[in-house]
């Protein structure tokens, strides 16, 4: 039995019954409280870290932390509707001041612990938010800003103390009123699911990362990814290796997850990162299900992996970047189990994948999810036949899917831009063939998809072009066996300036400083002049070729 659910109407969702949202959802209460009510011993989470420490969380742990915190941000002047920044590491504590402010019926934003200054500076004027949730370790990245966040009034850290912050361990340990069984609000907590609950920031074309926008009813879309592609229920651990910055994080650390009443594993991985340390851990701890970008899979095949029992893993899921069928083949010699891939983005749930009931056709993303209708069309909106490169469309109608997101914030042009005539355009491109599995072509822009993460050319070549050697910089995504593909720059230099290797170190620590250091440009390339349009544009797409084949035709 599902608490959270009635299976018979839900469980087996199909294209004749999707995921469907009421008018009033809170994921808190009406999940995780609900969770804790029917079983107060049934498992939320396993969190542990690098040096082999191990906690471990109920359902009703997680509600009533979430209370005491939520009683905590009540305090400090945060109640619905308020916009709060959270910048935390994989700590059971993002977990907790997220289910707060959901029950506040506030407003969060998680980030990177990556972003520098600048990039904090920029995301947090854009979105007015009240209070910045961290720890220790990112403390002063928010301090050297906060006299230039006019909006950004309370810091608070939830491992330590100082000046000028809320020191969240201490206020519990004083305060008795900052109650664990209920959330001590001034007002009747209903929240309508169309309300705003979650800005996302994700990278674009454009010169700054877009804020997306979800609204409550957003975690019950997870329902398919969890339900579908991973294939999860009640007593399955799953492991999803995620920053807690990103919109992955959500796909597979908690929302559906919770909904099917599954237990997430988080592995909390600082520094630099190794990924033979995931084969042990899924032996330890028996994990199910296992969900990783490419690059995890292609660092994992490295090892031999038939010296690991992975008798309790019955589901592997990939996405982020195509999946190399070399990997999919290796890792099933390994292990007896095939990765079915998955697709969609920061701005929606699953929307295409391979569910475990379906044939694998690695390399394929997979099919169309339940309430997704997809359609492939040409630069007109039209639709293109079997077989033909189109761009992916998802139909809106009357009943728009649960968990599209509703707009990008204060960026009309963009809006304008991606949705159209009654359909979202994602930006990518895929083919369809002739059993109805959709294969990924390519980004209709130039967003770069590296190690499963979106990089936007222009934030790398904004941070380059503030160098003094640098006179035009143009960036694009070349292709890398392990990441799908890296960072390359092409560098006109100003006179004067000689073309070096130390020139290059000095380039790529100039942006390692400057902003994520995920962004950096793995590859830099001098060239004499840029290959430009009539009109002056830079031609991408011939540098594009060039990162691929070599192949130089603008000189």
């Not at 990939?318 to 007896?336: D, F, K, M, N, Y």
């Not at 749930?349 to 492939?376: D, F, R, S």
């Not at 491109?429 to 967003?447: C, M, P, Q």
Request: proline share 6%; hydrophobic share 35%; with cysteine.
């Amino acid at each position: 039995m599902n608490p959270v659910f009635d299976h018979s109407e839900g469980a087996g969702l199909t294209r004749d019954l999707p995921v469907k949202s009421p008018e009033y959802f809170n994921f808190g209460y009406d999940v995780v409280d609900r969770w804790a009510e029917y079983d107060r011993n049934k498992l939320a989470m396993i969190w542990t870290n690098q040096q082999g420490e191990e906690r471990r969380y109920t359902f009703r742990d997680m509600s009533k932390l979430s209370n005491q915190a939520a009683n905590l941000l009540l305090k400090y002047g945060i109640s619905r509707g308020d916009r709060v920044f959270i910048m935390l590491p994989r700590l059971p504590e993002w977990w907790v001041f997220s289910l707060a402010l959901i029950k506040l019926g506030a407003v969060q934003c998680p980030s990177p612990t990556l972003l520098m200054p600048s990039d904090i500076q920029y995301r947090i004027n854009i979105g007015k938010f009240k209070m910045v949730i961290t720890d220790t370790e990112n403390a002063e990245k928010f301090d050297e800003v906060y006299e230039a966040c006019p909006t950004l009034n309370t810091r608070l850290l939830v491992n330590g103390s100082r000046p000028g912050w809320i020191d969240y361990q201490a206020e519990i340990a004083r305060s008795p009123r900052l109650s664990p069984h209920a959330v001590k609000t001034p007002f009747k907590m209903r929240t309508k699911s169309s309300a705003p609950m979650l800005f996302v920031f994700t990278s674009g074309t454009s010169k700054y990362p877009k804020m997306v926008q979800h609204t409550y009813d957003y975690p019950l879309g997870h329902r398919i990814t969890a339900e579908i592609w991973h294939g999860l229920a009640q007593n399955d651990l799953h492991f999803t290796v995620s920053d807690t910055g990103w919109a992955k994080n959500m796909w597979g650390n908690y929302f559906g997850q919770w909904i099917a009443g599954s237990c997430v594993f988080v592995y909390d991985i600082r520094g630099k990162f190794h990924a033979e340390e995931l084969l042990p851990l899924l032996e330890k701890y028996g994990i199910t299900s296992f969900c990783a970008p490419p690059t995890v899979y292609r660092m994992l095949i490295l090892n031999d992996l038939t010296k690991f029992d992975f008798k309790e893993l019955r589901s592997c899921t990939a996405a982020g970047e195509p999946l190399h069928t070399e990997t999919v083949r290796i890792w099933q010699e390994g292990t007896g189990l095939t990765i079915r891939e998955g697709y969609g983005q920061t701005e929606t749930v699953c929307m295409i994948c391979t569910p475990m009931n379906i044939k694998n056709k690695p390399g394929a993303m997979g099919i169309p999810t339940p309430g997704w209708e997809i359609e492939l069309h040409d630069e007109d909106g039209n639709p293109v036949p079997q077989g033909e490169d189109g761009r992916i469309a998802v139909k809106l109608g009357d009943h728009r899917p649960v968990g599209l997101f509703t707009h990008y914030l204060y960026n009309n042009e963009e809006n304008a831009r991606y949705f159209v005539n009654g359909y979202y355009y994602t930006g990518d491109k895929a083919y369809r063939d002739e059993d109805g599995y959709y294969w990924f072509v390519g980004r209709s822009d130039d967003i770069i998809k590296s190690s499963g993460y979106r990089i936007g050319p222009s934030e790398v070549e904004d941070v380059l072009s503030l160098h003094p050697a640098v006179h035009e910089v143009a960036v694009v995504g070349a292709p890398d066996p392990l990441r799908g593909a890296r960072v390359k720059a092409y560098i006109v230099l100003h006179k004067g300036y000689v073309a070096t290797e130390s020139l290059v170190k000095e380039l790529q620590n100039h942006v390692k400083q400057q902003t994520a250091p995920y962004k950096y440009p793995r590859e830099i390339e001098f060239i004499e002049k840029m290959p430009k349009t009539f009109s002056g544009k830079i031609m991408r797409s011939v540098l594009r070729r060039h990162a691929e084949t070599g192949e130089n035709d603008w000189h």
